[in-house]
């Protein structure tokens, strides 16, 4: 087992590892958005890094570390952007590293504002947990069948909306639309009652391919960066008038929150683990061998106005029926071109039991079981001004690689 320690003190419980050194964008005051990387409690400038011309050896335009996004920088593709990593890595342990005598490279967290990490041109949402898709069948189409046809042969996913992704910490407004009340025949239009949240995990493409030209499984995972945690949002009463027979529209479009900080591939490589065996066996092209889940930790948290956090469900990524580079290959099987910053997600994120469902529409079994909080309120749905916060942590012993939070606030709607 790897044991490393970094001279940056830092507590044994932090997400940001000498592990981990996820990438971000922040910024001090009014100073200009740059690239960082988290260890501990600080943030590692990485755009007064390069300005010491410590990757002179390296074809890097030190530009890229002053951009106010990371796509430039993961453009660069992995064997640079991965020695970029292992080199702080080993500043960060080494006792004579040149960037001690630096103090101005190190920015506490608390003092600076993270952004938006990454320009998203597109992003997909994927429909890959197979005790998730389960239970919304169970509840909408019945017991007998509850996964349609095609979900045990191919990862099911839809074209989301890549402008109304926001980071953590912005909150967003309940979204009104058109909903069909029971019994009724006619829809009516009002704020969604059925607001609810989605424990998600996506990832970020870092390398192209060419319209016409598929990525196959063997090399999907070349062209994915790193993760991040994503709480895809859902107004589920608009969502179940509108669906048929397209698909989600407004009842996703409105809003979906990201954590601020990248975790690599590389990073968590010493978390892979076997997925579920998927049975019928898939076509050729989504066959695999080896392991290709993550064991990394989930949970999601409800504060409601003035009280506490109150823990709504733990979870696994492992738990995935469809993996990462299966939703790759499948995704572009058809010559679909990918473009550095295009999103993933994998769809909700649930396990075997109920304290494992990733959804609130599963938590009350669509509102039939009240959730009840520590203060004795009843939940079915989040209400106004409560903060859903999600959170990630692959652990071993030895090892820790977090992803921090992804934390949103609901405030009222804002239309009339």
Not at 3 to 22: A, C, M, Q, R
Not at 310 to 324: A, E
Not at 353 to 375: A, C
């Amino acid at each position: 087992m790897l044991n490393k320690n970094s001279w940056i003190p830092h507590s044994e419980d932090t997400h940001f590892s000498i592990h981990n050194l996820p990438f971000g964008i922040f910024s001090v005051g009014s100073n200009q958005k740059r690239v960082g990387i988290a260890i501990g409690e600080q943030i590692v400038d990485m755009a007064v890094v390069s300005a010491l011309e410590l990757f002179k050896d390296q074809p890097i335009d030190q530009q890229v570390f002053k951009e106010d996004t990371l796509n430039s920088f993961i453009a660069l593709g992995k064997p640079i952007t991965n020695e970029v990593r292992i080199k702080v890595q080993n500043w960060l342990m080494e006792d004579q590293s040149p960037l001690k005598e630096h103090e101005h490279i190190l920015i506490d967290q608390s003092a600076a504002t993270l952004h938006m990490p990454i320009h998203i041109g597109d992003y997909t949402d994927f429909y890959s947990s197979l005790e998730h898709a389960t239970n919304v069948g169970k509840m909408f189409r019945g017991p007998e069948n509850p996964l349609l046809p095609n979900w045990k042969h191919l990862p099911v996913g839809y074209h989301g909306r890549a402008s109304s992704i926001v980071e953590s910490g912005i909150p967003i407004h309940r979204p009104t639309g058109q909903v069909l009340p029971k019994e009724a025949s006619s829809p009516e239009f009002h704020a969604s009652s059925q607001l609810d949240f989605e424990l998600e995990m996506a990832f970020v493409i870092g390398k192209e391919n060419r319209l016409g030209q598929p990525v196959s499984l063997a090399d999907a995972e070349n062209h994915i960066f790193g993760m991040v945690l994503f709480n895809d949002w859902s107004a589920r009463d608009i969502q179940k008038w509108e669906y048929v027979p397209l698909g989600p529209f407004l009842g996703k479009s409105f809003a979906s929150s990201i954590s601020p900080w990248i975790v690599t591939m590389e990073a968590l490589d010493p978390f892979r683990v076997k997925g579920p065996v998927q049975e019928p066996q898939v076509l050729p092209y989504l066959q695999f061998q080896g392991p290709y889940n993550f064991d990394i930790g989930l949970k999601v948290s409800l504060t409601p106005p003035e009280g506490n956090d109150n823990i709504l469900c733990t979870t696994n990524f492992k738990h995935m029926y469809w993996n990462m580079a299966q939703q790759l290959a499948h995704h572009t099987v058809n010559g679909c071109n990918l473009r550095v910053g295009d999103l993933m997600a994998s769809g909700t994120i649930s396990g075997p039991e109920p304290k494992n469902y990733g959804s609130m529409l599963e938590l009350s079994w669509g509102g039939t079981k009240p959730i009840i909080l520590d203060d004795g309120m009843e939940r079915t749905f989040v209400e106004n001004y409560d903060t859903i916060t999600l959170y990630g942590l692959a652990e071993k012993p030895g090892i820790k690689v977090g992803f921090g939070e992804t934390r949103t606030k609901i405030l009222p709607t804002i239309y009339g």
